[in-house]
């Protein structure tokens, strides 16, 4: 069945570092892929996503670009803020009903 | 403004005490579903809606139910809650089509004694 492994956490960096949260799926077909950011006491929002191969999604200067070859979705970002501070999210829609989501991975930025 | 409202944020109940967590959503959106949030699981799928009237189960379904009357409303029940599922929960919404996200409520922190 459709999976999705994303690394573990907790993640600790300083302020301006660069970051890398690695995100791998399993599906049959062409599945669109996400990432979604959960900040303390809310609810996860879309943070970026990708609709078919090599495709990068953008946004608030996070990126990922979708690697069919790979079969990755690795979220980076060039220079991380302490408001970035939170859980992040890889998943996938293989479908209309269907939305599957790593475990997430904890994201702490020290000043 | 675009949302999905849950209803109660937090609630605390004892084991066997019938509860319903309301979900609310003003985006005419076809698609509702109800996840669970465990340290170390990520979400799991409870039910999903499809549209009104059908309902369907996702992957950890036992001990729910949830109906959906209103293309709105998608409430989720707990006929008779025990410790295990004490959970962080949350309701999405979203239009049809496998490249539309997921937009989320707040959640709702049960639980159960």
């Known amino acids: 069945g459709n999976s999705v492994t994303q690394m573990e956490g907790p993640v600790t960096l300083s302020e301006e570092a660069f970051l890398t949260i690695n995100c791998t799926y399993t599906?049959?077909?062409?599945?669109?892929l996400f990432w979604y950011v959960q900040y303390p006491g809310e609810g996860l929002q879309l943070l970026l996503k990708?609709?078919?191969?090599?495709d990068k999604g953008s946004n608030k200067g996070f990126e990922a670009t979708y690697r069919k070859e790979t079969t990755s979705f690795h979220l980076e970002k060039g220079s991380v803020q302490v408001s970035d501070s939170a859980v992040y999210f890889c998943?996938?829609?293989?479908?209309?009903?269907?939305?599957?989501f790593g475990s997430g991975t904890r994201l702490s930025i020290r000043p | 403004e675009a949302q999905v409202t849950q209803n109660p944020r937090y609630l605390i109940t004892v084991t066997g005490k019938k509860l319903t967590v309301t979900c609310s959503q003003n985006?005419?959106?076809?698609?509702m579903s109800w996840y669970r949030q465990d340290p170390g699981l990520g979400l799991r799928q409870i039910y999903y809606?499809?549209?009104?009237?059908?309902?369907d189960k996702g992957d950890v379904p036992e001990g729910y139910k949830v109906s959906r009357k209103e293309k709105r409303n998608f409430p989720l029940i707990l006929e008779s809650p025990s410790p295990n599922q004490t959970s962080l929960y949350f309701c999405?919404?979203?239009?049809?089509?496998?490249?539309?996200?997921?937009?989320f409520g707040n959640g709702t922190r049960l639980t159960v004694t």
């Open positions: 809606s499809m549209n009104v009237e059908v309902t």
């Open positions: 985006m005419n959106h076809e698609y």
């Open positions: 990708a609709t078919k191969a090599d």
């Open positions: 998943a996938l829609s293989s479908s209309a009903s269907k939305i599957i």
């Open positions: 599906a049959t077909g062409y599945p669109s």
């Open positions: 999405a919404s979203k239009r049809t089509g496998d490249n539309s996200p997921l937009h």
